[in-house]
């Protein structure tokens, strides 16, 4: 009887053996997602994605981690911490929308716009949308041409999502403006801007004279004035 139990108990472990290490082998040969192809990150997601979310979270301030492609726990603080400055929701997740709002967007990068993703036409849109959505289209290009402007002057981020997203730079990026989704019109102004059109002669800011009391802007030199603007160095 004793036998027959010890033969019983040998056969079940030898099965719960080889299930396991079969299930085992089955994970190691599991196809990995590839990595060029986007995909909602979140806690646990491995890739280029997941490291290009760390890179642009890092240059905005967001992220001191490594950039090591893994979505652990830090990456989900930065990424939470970047969704509240934004006034979107705060979940941690990088799905469609975070991806839009860091630049991230699918779409890669384009020769023929210089290097610029859709997304980061994308986004400087949304930007000029939001900030001169009222003026006329030369006055459209000049606010894109400003955050260009921007990027390669020490006193600014080095990345047009830096620029737009710097605490501070732009009000409409914080108000209920920012809601605005870009148009046809916005983005082909940010399109010519990155094309090289730069109305505003060089200018690296821009203010309403009627809504700005702010004394070291109203000190900078004005380079030209386009509708209700005023651009200056």
Known sequence: MHKTIQRRLLSFCLALSLFLCGGAALRAHAPAQPEGIPALSQVGSRGQEVRAIQQKLKSLGFYGGSVDGVFGARTKKAVVAFQ??????????????????????????????????????????????????????????????????????PSFPNTDSGVIYQKGAFS????SNWGVSPTATSRKAAQDAINGWDPSGGAIYYYNPAKTTNAYMLSRPVIVTIGNHRFCS
Do not use: F
């Not at 967007?105 to 036409?121: H, L, Q, R, T, V």
């Not at 994308?122 to 606010?143: F, M, P």
């Not at 409409?172 to 108000?175: F, K, L, P, R, W």
């Open 172 to 175: 409409a990026v914080t108000d």
């Open 84 to 153: 509240k400055s934004v006034g979107i929701t705060a979940d941690g997740i990088a799905g469609p929308k975070t991806l839009l709002y860091l630049g991230l967007e699918s779409g890669g990068s384009s020769a023929a716009n210089g290097g610029y993703s859709s997304s980061d036409i994308t986004l400087l849109a949304k930007l000029i949308a939001a900030e001169a959505r009222g003026e006329s289209y030369t006055g459209q290009v000049a606010v894109g041409a400003v955050v260009l402007n921007r990027g390669p002057h």
